[in-house]
């Protein structure tokens, strides 16, 4: 786990109390004594028993982020008070001190007068949960890199750090892939306007990474691969339609050796391109219309033994191509459909939740962990649903660990994810969907439960969240009535 704490030295005016931080840390104790900060003798300093020092690339850079942040209104030449003092970080890592300039940030606030000031503050914190997740769909829209960039920012300010890129699926298949070039060409809306450069990739990846968030690829088969097939002969499984091809194509086509040498060649290169150690293979929602139609696989069902259970099909499926990754070294996440058809997978296996809504979920925690597998929990948090009035209500009031199981099994669930799916999404109301009902669930997967089981202590301190997302450029959506003295100033 990573820690931090904080400590400014006492300064001698008293004002209010500080807005909060969000999402609120483990523990914390602030005092209504506060000091000036004055952005001409503000800078941050690496400490000298530090092991990290100038030249780390995550923190020189956050650095003059959070400065810019933190001052939002400086210009050079600007006269503030200053009052000696300082304040102090410590963390195990680069990544926990990332989330420690976050705190600090917004500690900060200023007055009518525009004056900088931050309160005695002692914080201790961690993240309750490891991997706390944002799924983004890139196939149902295209999302320009600059949209992806913006919220990788804003999840940053959430403690969000791990960017889920469900980059392609049945619409369109938008990654430039060096490997099988024409995926891109005959696959993507446009071969030109609307896919992901090799390129665009890296900048993701790295603009991630400064952010100390991951980026998980989803590359999404048998299922979800309609636009695969434009680009990859016989890739796809033919539908028959009274004994002869109807000219319409299914799921992957699990028979052919060809398939796995695809899948093993186009791996390995979004093994090398994406270097996180996990990759999410998907393995959801498999229509088998298409296999039962089809003569060819009905034969190759016989040869297996496996009759007219096409769920031993997908399995044989799953279960190669989980093969395929864990020879490139890479630690395989699928959805839960791949359990729920009780495939051999490798123990490390992790399971993506997402049936059982509103509360059946709870079921699923119980069964998947008892048969000791990981779980990430995405089900409640399926935020591309909406409804008139404050919806996030219902992410904030998920308990993740509520479910009849042991305390290992409770161990096994190692965080949760919000999607945004994209069926109705682009870059013109993926920002205001987003923000801040994202943050609901930032704060259920970062802070402790029982101080956060108010929603009504909570809508306060998220609408004051909100307010400094605008400040930041976050085109956040209001959560009710109400108003933020830094307006959104269009576009």
């Known amino acids: 786990s990573k820690t931090y704490i904080f400590f400014g030295q006492l300064c001698c005016n008293c004002l209010h109390a500080v807005g909060g931080v969000w999402p609120m ?24 028993q530090s092991e990290a020092q100038p030249g780390c690339s995550v923190l ?42 976050e705190t600090f940030s917004q500690l900060v606030y200023q007055d009518d007068f525009g004056s900088f000031f931050v309160n005695k503050t002692d914080i201790e914190d961690f993240p309750r949960f490891q991997f706390r997740g944002i799924l983004l769909d890139t ?75 991951r980026v998980l690829p989803e590359f999404d088969s048998p299922g979800h691969t309609q636009s695969w097939g434009k680009g990859q002969s016989d890739l796809l499984t033919p539908c028959y339609k009274g004994g ?10 699990p028979t052919l050796p060809s398939t796995y040498q ?4 186009l791996f390995k290169e979004v093994s090398s391109v994406f270097p996180d150690s996990y990759i999410h293979l998907g393995g959801d929602e498999v229509n088998f219309f298409c296999w039962k139609s089809n003569p060819d696989v009905r034969a190759f069902m016989q040869k297996m033994g496996f009759g007219t259970d096409f769920t031993k099909l997908e399995a044989f499926y799953m279960e190669s191509i989980v093969n395929i990754t864990s020879t490139l070294n890479k630690t395989a996440i699928v959805w839960q459909d791949v359990f729920d058809y009780h495939e051999r ?27 000791g597998k990981r779980v990430v929990l995405a089900a409640p948090w399926y935020i591309n649903h909406i409804a008139y009035g404050q919806d996030w209500r219902k992410s904030y009031t998920v308990q993740p660990l509520n479910f009849s199981g042991t305390e290992e099994q409770k161990k096994l669930v190692i965080g949760g994810e919000v999607c945004m799916w994209g069926e109705y999404v682009d870059a013109t109301n993926l920002t205001p969907r987003l923000w801040p009902r994202a943050s ?41 009535v109400g108003h933020c003295r830094h307006e959104y100033q269009g576009i």
């Open 25 to 48: 840390p483990q523990i914390s104790a602030s005092s209504p004594e506060q000091y000036p900060l004055n952005p001409e003798a503000f800078y941050f300093e690496y400490g000298r």
């Open 60 to 101: 020189d850079a956050a650095f003059k982020r959070y400065f810019s942040l933190i001052f939002p209104d400086y210009f050079p030449g600007d006269n503030l008070s200053v009052c000696a003092g300082q304040a102090s970080l410590k963390a195990e890592t680069v990544w926990g001190a990332l989330r420690g300039l």
């Open 139 to 213: 196939s149902r829209h295209y999302l320009p890199v600059q949209a992806i960039l913006k919220t990788l920012d804003a999840m940053a300010y959430s403690k969000f750090n791990v960017f889920h890129w469900h980059i392609v699926d049945d619409p369109s298949f938008p990654y430039q892939s060096q490997t099988f070039p024409d995926l891109s060409a005959k696959g993507a809306f446009h071969p030109m306007t609307h896919i992901y450069t090799q390129t665009d990739v890296q900048r993701v990846i790295s603009y991630a990474r400064l952010r100390g968030i």
């Open 244 to 253: 002869t091809p109807s000219g319409a194509f299914g799921p992957v086509n």
């Open 262 to 265: 695809f899948i093993a060649r």
């Open 345 to 371: 997978i490798p123990e490390d296996t992790v399971l993506h939740i997402w049936k059982g809504v509103p509360y059946d979920y709870t079921k699923e925690l119980s069964r998947i962990t008892k048969a």
């Open 440 to 480: 609901a669930a930032a704060e259920r997967l970062w802070s402790d439960e029982k101080q956060t089981s108010s929603v009504e202590k909570a809508f306060p301190r998220l609408q004051d969240f909100r307010c400094k997302l605008l400040r930041r450029g976050i085109q956040a959506e209001p959560l009710y």
